[in-house]
């Protein structure tokens, strides 16, 4: 066996245990999951305006399903905090029947494959899949085998595999994503509530300098705009602590602590100016003062929009992650994919497919959504996420709901306690 697979290995689905073989306690374990779920954005009054769907997630839209293969097992240099998440735009029944769909980049120093297509037809077939960078190629032929096994080799030929960089926690050279776990997504995906936080393609990942990972949110327009749904996932790596901002609040000035610290013997090599846990030190790691993360947005509405609208949707997301507080940083990867689930193939005998398109000035309401959807996304990937420590006995801590929420009472955004 190679020596960079470890031992045993935990396979999460949705964030549920598939069957977990017994293994000896880490030496600096991540802290358990709590049995009740974290309160999200909206539950601590933090709602970025409009309404939310009844699930606050992508899969308010009709049709979009999301699974997670979730990879968290051993510690020191081959510690495993990783995974694969997939979205389904039209679910695993029609998963080979397009969608129009556009992208954008705002930073490029990331990978989204088949992206080249998916601007050039207007159309998406397949899944999305999100992981980290140095599985992007296994995940993105997982697809490809997912595809021939069903007799969709043509259809989902050019997956697109969009990734983030999770090495600060996560033994990324180690290759412990194998196709099989993006063969589990994918058949695990599913609509209803979404997890989110430490699983799936976000389980090894930081996000101004807490720890990040999977957040969704959504927006239901009013009747009168037309109704429509909008949702959002993203995948968030990005951003540094002393521009972290909610609401307008500097939250991360306001909690300039937690900062990521080691609990072994020595730093990691990586970081060698990180100081000890035991410490409690305030000092940012040299390496978290630069912005060298990355995000993956996924936009998904079922407004009947063709690809160029779509991408003007796509565009909208930078500005909600200015608000958070993102600069687009030079080593950032921020790329973003925008889709709609209205029909796209023509009735059976025809040639001719009759789409609809939203009128371009009713769109406004939609580019409302998407940025404020978009943000309180990235803001529940930071809620759900737990404290983990991973590779080396790196630790990178959780953002406190009560803080945050103390932060945004000083600043008057919510309301004092007890009111």
């Known amino acids: ?5 470890p031992r045993f290995l935990s396979v999460l689905l949705l964030g549920l245990p598939l069957g977990v073989d017994a ?13 009740a779920p974290k309160p999200r954005a909206r539950e601590l009054g933090i709602t970025f305006g409009g309404q939310a769907g009844p699930l606050d997630a992508i899969t308010d839209v009709p049709g979009v399903e999301v699974g997670h293969t979730t990879l968290i097992s051993g510690e020191g240099k081959h510690a495993v905090r990783t995974g694969v998440s997939a979205i389904l735009p039209r679910g695993r029944g029609r998963i080979a029947d397009p969608v129009f769909a556009a992208t954008y980049a705002l930073n490029g120093n990331g990978e989204m494959t088949g992206a080249h297509w998916v601007n050039e037809s207007g159309l998406l077939a397949g899944p999305v899949m999100l992981t980290t960078t140095n599985s992007v190629g296994v995940v993105r ?12 080799a043509w259809e989902l030929g050019l997956p697109v595999t969009a990734e983030t960089y999770d090495g600060f ?7 412990h994503i194998k196709t099989e776990h993006a063969l589990s997504a994918i058949d695990g995906a599913r609509g209803g509530a979404v997890a989110e936080g430490n699983v799936g393609g976000g389980t090894g990942m930081l996000c101004h300098g807490f720890k990040g990972g999977i ?10 705009l037309g109704g429509y749904t909008l949702g959002v996932l993203v995948q968030a790596n990005y951003g540094i602590r002393r ?56 936009v998904a509405t079922d407004a009947p929009l063709l690809p160029h609208q779509l991408a003007r949707i796509a565009r909208r997301v930078p500005l909600a992650l200015g608000k958070m507080g993102s600069v687009g940083g030079d080593s950032s990867g921020d790329i973003f994919l925008a889709f709609s689930t209205q ?31 978009t943000q309180e996304a990235i803001l529940n990937a930071l809620l759900a996420a ?29 309301p004092p306690a007890g009111r």
Not at 143 to 148: D, H, P, Y
Not at 401 to 409: P, S
Request: glycine fraction near 8%; proline fraction near 10%.
């Open 169 to 175: 926690l996560n033994d990324v050279n180690g290759f």
């Open 1 to 5: 066996m190679n020596p960079l697979v």
């Open 141 to 152: 032929d997982g697809v490809v085998v997912w595809g021939a096994k069903r007799g969709l």
């Open 215 to 224: 957040g969704t949110a959504s927006r239901r327009l009013d009747a009168k």
């Open 23 to 35: 293994q000896p306690a880490p030496v600096s374990p991540a802290p358990a999951r709590p049995s």
């Open 243 to 298: 521009l972290f901002t909610v609401e307008g609040v500097p939250v991360g000035q306001e909690i300039p602590d937690l900062q990521a610290c080691y609990t072994g013997k020595a730093p990691p090599a990586f970081s060698s100016d990180m100081r000890p846990c035991s410490e409690r030190a305030q000092l940012v790691p040299q390496r978290l003062t630069h912005d060298l993360g990355s995000i993956i947005v996924l």
């Open 343 to 373: 029909p796209t193939l023509p009735p059976s005998g025809s040639k001719v497919a009759r789409v609809e398109s939203l009128n371009n000035a009713d769109l406004n309401p939609l580019f409302e959504a998407t940025v404020q959807a």
């Open 386 to 414: 737990e404290t983990m420590t991973g590779v080396d006995g790196v630790r990178v801590f959780a953002l406190p709901g009560d803080r945050l929420v103390e932060a945004l009472r000083k600043y008057g955004r919510l």
